[in-house]
């Protein structure tokens, strides 16, 4: 089945200590996003990737980053994780457009000692 | 800006009864609205989404939701809940002059009592 999957679903870093959160789907969409979601609240955008170009939101803070090597995998970094980047980290997949549905990964939940 | 408003933080259900989970709007322009679902340590799940068209729109699982544009609301409706219907309910909105933002309510959990 064509799907969005992430890896690994649970995360244990260090303060500090960079990260590497992975996504990949099947679906050969040209969307794909980030969002972080802390205890079950609204999903907040982070960035997006239409194909090539990046879009980046005003108020994601540097320490977030992103690369799409191609058209399957996309990737967040996490350069020097504080304790309130805990979260879920979803990523999504739409066709193209914002009038398209967006399919969701599990979700890999971060955890910064 | 877009801002998308669930003034319901629960709702509480008796199985078999209908269920109302409450969505209000604001977007620039015409809206793109949808209800997406939430099961605990899982990502969200489309249900349904309005675009353009007839104001109903039928979804996944039973759901339906009525666009109302007077009202700026996109309530989501089932006429008879299932104890598995139990979940964490967003709604978003995003708009054609947004880009590709989408904007997610709050969210509503929804207690389904057997």
């Known amino acids: 089945d064509a799907m969005v999957i992430q890896n690994p679903r649970y995360q244990v870093t260090q303060f500090g200590k960079p990260v590497t959160l992975s996504c990949s789907q099947t679906l ?27 879009n980046n939101e005003a108020d994601t803070p540097d320490n977030f980053q992103s690369r799409r090597p191609n058209t399957s995998f996309c990737f967040l970094d996490i350069r020097s994780p504080g304790l309130g980047d805990a979260a879920m980290y979803l990523c999504a997949t739409s066709i193209r457009g914002p009038q398209e549905t967006q399919y969701f990964g599990p979700g890999t939940r971060l955890l910064v000692l | 800006a877009q801002s998308v408003a669930q003034p319901e933080d629960q709702v509480n259900v008796a199985e078999g009864n209908p269920l109302t989970v409450k969505c209000t709007y604001s977007v620039s ?60 309910y967003f709604c978003a909105v995003s708009g054609n002059t947004g880009g590709f933002k989408t904007i997610f309510g709050a969210g509503t959990r929804l207690f389904v009592k057997a």
């Open chain 1, 28 to 54: 050969n969409h040209n969307v794909m996003y980030w969002y972080q979601q802390k205890s079950s609240q609204a999903p907040k955008l982070l960035f997006h990737y239409y194909d090539k170009d990046f």
């Open chain 2, 29 to 88: 322009g015409n809206p793109y609205l949808f209800w997406y679902v939430q099961y605990p340590n899982r990502g969200l799940q489309f249900l349904l989404k309005y675009i353009t068209g007839d104001n109903l729109v039928k979804g996944s699982y039973g759901f339906e939701a009525e666009f109302n544009k007077s009202q700026t609301s996109f309530h989501l409706k089932k006429p008879s809940a299932l104890v598995s219907d139990s979940a964490l």
